[in-house]
């Protein structure tokens, strides 16, 4: 078994391969700016030394170099590695003369052979890097751009925490509109000769300047005009490169440089591989004139592209939803209507699998924004099958006053959903679920249930008026985001518990559910969270085993939760009931529990004189003023004893059990996972401790392999099923090579059957 220790490493190993690359005051010091901090080696050779002994190439495809002592190893490695450097770097860097365009992780020999079905997948993040670099490029249009990359933010001496200055956000940009016009002048001076690179420069002596300030990591006396010259000639330059004129040529374009950027994403990719392959010959050769200039422009441009890639991918020593939440935020802000095609086009050609479904998720917006999905599905026919999943974001940052207003919020997007669907029913054949996702912490599903119903219930009675017309399924982000592990179960089960889910519907990620309870204890055996969040977990816990003899939990550790939960609630009413708060937690997440109110819904139940309504107001209130302080209000310090232990561990069972009898199947992300969740390696996949593929286990559940978001965590749905066969031949199981191989077959299998 690989130790953590030997995880730890991996990442340690990768950091320390790739610290030079984004070693900002390096790229501020001349002496060393185109040299790794460790002596004179030039950055360029020390990529070559280290990434040839990383791939075997054939023809278009880079194998990674098996482990000999442990094969498989490999996968584990480039898990930690790829997530620190763009993987076309390391392409390109391995094999100088080779023409390896892809890094293939699962080997031909443990590829899948059945058809599949990617089911989770988030539409903002499913474009690779390249072909946000290349949009970058193509546009000069960083309007968008309002966040610093954290490393470039240090060296102003700032902390994480500090807030980025307009002077910083500008000046960021000013770096990548210096780094795209670099490569630019690297390219005529391949192509055409230093002279004809040194000719551009004396030409344009606004662009000498932006080069000398890239070479010394300085800028200095900013302009708005001299940054718009430089956006300006890179757009001239891409005109005129397209048309396969000469660069010497006027610089004057003939269209819109946008016409130009329908291309295929893996073209890109090829492309930019190519372009650093030339580069990274040139120096090698070093014959050429001014061979130290051009190594340092390429050097810092180099730098400037990884500190972007670093700032877009999820930092594995920043676990958890809330630095994931920053992740995917900044990747919003590259984003542009280009972007959003490469997506389409990216998921449908997955090389390696037999991609015939892919299910991506999208906030739901007007009538306008609806049709185009059902437009772009259209058009991906001859690709694949594209279907939609429109999201419901728990914490949307549209509602103001956390509770009330976002249940508002979300009770009105419904509303207006169904209202379009109603219009237009055939939106429904490319429209196929709707889910919940985004932080639980700051969102209870509860705030949601009613909104997810309504829209349910309208796709239920259009699809039984109109034939070859299903109902939506549901899909929900579940177990991901807890304080407590209890919590995680309760996220796991309230779905079942409201009486949500239909036959056919699923969970994304449920990590709770595999955890074992002994080894979270070790790591967190003591617990601060809000009152009204521990009061749910008690009430859910009680009322799960009360209607589950079979759950096994002893009596005495009933009695000690009740009694607990009473002395919670007396805090807030002396006369509380814990039965009375039974009753309120089984109703607060179904639809009858809200009242409407001119077609929409009000954000607290009924009427206050009943003790019922009372108690269920001050639960509501207090869970408001909690989400307003994000989690500081009326907090509690919670020992998890052994005993509690044992609960655990016999409440995750029956509810897993549950799921078993279900069928309902479950959307495991091994990245998304890793990251977010904070498990301790790659690994650590939850539900492979379970063993969920074994047909004779009582337990054993439906298990999909999905990517989440490829572009935050540099992933690939082929590669997620590299990782995932890694974790069960490597993790706690150690199952043999051949069994996982099963594994695989199977979650391909299942993919397809659980298509919405």
């Not at 299910?359 to 259209?378: F, T």
């Not at 219009?423 to 679920?433: A, C, D, Q």
């Not at 002396?574 to 109703?587: C, G, H, M, P």
Request: proline share 5%.
């Amino acid at each position: 078994m690989v130790s953590n220790n030997m995880m730890q490493s991996g990442l340690e190993k990768a950091s320390k391969f790739a610290t030079p690359f984004y070693d900002v005051h390096s790229f501020r010091d001349l002496d060393q700016v185109a040299k790794t901090k460790k002596g004179s080696a030039y950055l360029d050779r020390y990529l070559c030394d280290h990434a040839s002994q990383l791939f075997e190439s054939s023809g278009n495809i880079a194998h990674l170099v098996p482990d000999h002592k442990q094969p498989g190893r490999e996968i584990l490695d480039w898990r930690w590695l790829s997530i620190t450097l763009p993987p076309d770097l390391l392409v390109a860097g391995a094999d100088i003369r080779g023409s390896a365009t892809r890094v293939q992780v699962l080997d031909p020999t443990l590829r899948v052979l059945e058809p599949l079905a990617h089911l989770h997948i988030h539409a903002t993040a499913a474009v690779p890097f390249a072909a946000i670099w290349w949009s970058l490029g193509s546009t000069m249009n960083f309007g968008g751009v309002k966040t610093v990359p954290f490393r470039f933010q240090r060296s102003y001496g700032g902390s994480p925490a500090a807030k980025v200055t307009p002077e910083q956000i500008e000046e960021w940009r000013s770096w990548l509109r210096r780094a795209f016009i670099g490569g630019h002048v690297l390219d005529l001076w391949m192509q055409e000769g230093y002279s004809q690179a040194l000719q551009l420069l004396r030409d344009k002596p606004q662009l000498q300047q932006a080069i000398a300030e890239l070479r010394t990591g300085r800028i200095h006396n900013p302009s708005a005009l001299l940054e718009a010259d430089i956006s300006g000639t890179i757009r001239h330059l891409l005109f005129l490169k397209d048309q396969a004129q000469d660069y010497a040529q006027s610089f004057e374009p003939t269209r819109d440089p946008a016409e130009m950027m329908g291309r295929d994403p893996a073209k890109i990719n090829s492309d930019e591989i190519s372009f650093i392959r030339r580069c990274l010959r040139y120096m090698a050769a070093g014959k050429g004139e001014a061979i130290d200039d051009f190594r340092c422009i390429w050097v810092q441009m180099t730098r400037i592209r990884v500190l972007l890639y670093k700032h877009l991918v999820i930092d594995p020593e920043r676990p958890g939803l809330d630095a994931f939440a920053e992740h995917f935020d900044h990747l919003g802000e590259y984003q542009n209507e280009q972007v959003e095609n490469f997506a389409l086009t990216t998921v449908c050609r997955e090389p390696g699998l037999q991609l015939e479904h892919v299910e991506l998720r999208k906030a739901p917006g007007g009538y306008s924004k609806l049709k185009k999905l059902q437009h772009q599905s259209e058009s991906a026919k001859k690709e694949c099958n594209i279907r939609w999943v429109l999201h419901f974001i728990r914490d949307d940052k549209r509602a103001k006053r956390v509770l009330q207003d976002l249940i508002r919020h979300h009770s009105e997007t419904a509303v207006n959903l169904a209202a379009t669907l109603r219009t237009e029913p055939l939106l429904l054949k490319s429209i196929r679920g709707i889910d919940v996702a985004s932080r639980e912490l700051a969102g209870p599903l509860w705030t949601v249930t009613w909104a997810l119903d309504h829209v349910r219930e309208e796709s239920r009675r259009i699809a039984s008026s109109y034939r070859g017309i299903k109902p939506l399924g549901l899909t929900v982000h579940v177990g991901e985001d807890f304080k407590h592990l209890l919590s995680g179960l309760r996220s796991v089960h309230e779905p079942y518990w409201w009486e949500l889910m239909r036959r056919g519907d699923r969970l994304g990620h449920a990590l709770a559910l595999g955890l074992d309870p002994e080894q979270w204890r070790k790591k967190y055996p003591e617990i601060t969270m809000p009152r009204c969040v521990r009061v749910l977990d008690l009430a859910w816990v009680i009322d799960f085993t009360k209607s589950r003899p079979t759950a096994g939990v002893p009596s005495s550790n009933m009695i000690r939760m009740r009694e607990e939960l009473r002395d919670h609630l007396r805090t807030w009413d002396a006369e509380a009931n814990e039965e009375t708060f039974l009753d309120i937690a089984r109703r607060l997440g179904t639809p009858g529990f809200w009242r409407e109110i001119d077609g929409f819904l009000l954000a607290f139940p009924g009427d206050g004189n009943s003790s019922f309504w009372r108690l269920a107001k001050r639960f509501l209130d207090e869970y408001a003023i909690c989400l307003q302080q994000e989690g500081e209000h009326d907090i509690i310090s919670v020992a998890t004893s052994a005993e509690a232990v044992g609960t655990l561990v016999k409440v995750r069972d029956e509810l897993a059990r549950l799921l078993a009898r279900w069928r309902t199947p479950i959307e495991v992300n091994p990245s998304s996972n890793l990251f977010v969740g904070g498990l301790d390696h790659p690994l650590s996949q939850p539900l492979f401790h379970v063993d969920p593929f074994s047909p004779a286990e009582d337990r054993a559940m439906v298990i999909t392999l999905s990517a989440d978001d490829p572009a935050s965590f540099a992933t690939t749905l082929a590669d997620e099923y590299a990782y995932a066969w890694a974790g069960l031949v490597f993790g706690a199981q150690q199952q043999a090579p051949s069994y996982a191989q099963e594994c695989l077959e199977m979650a391909a299998k299942s993919s397809r059957r659980a298509v919405f």
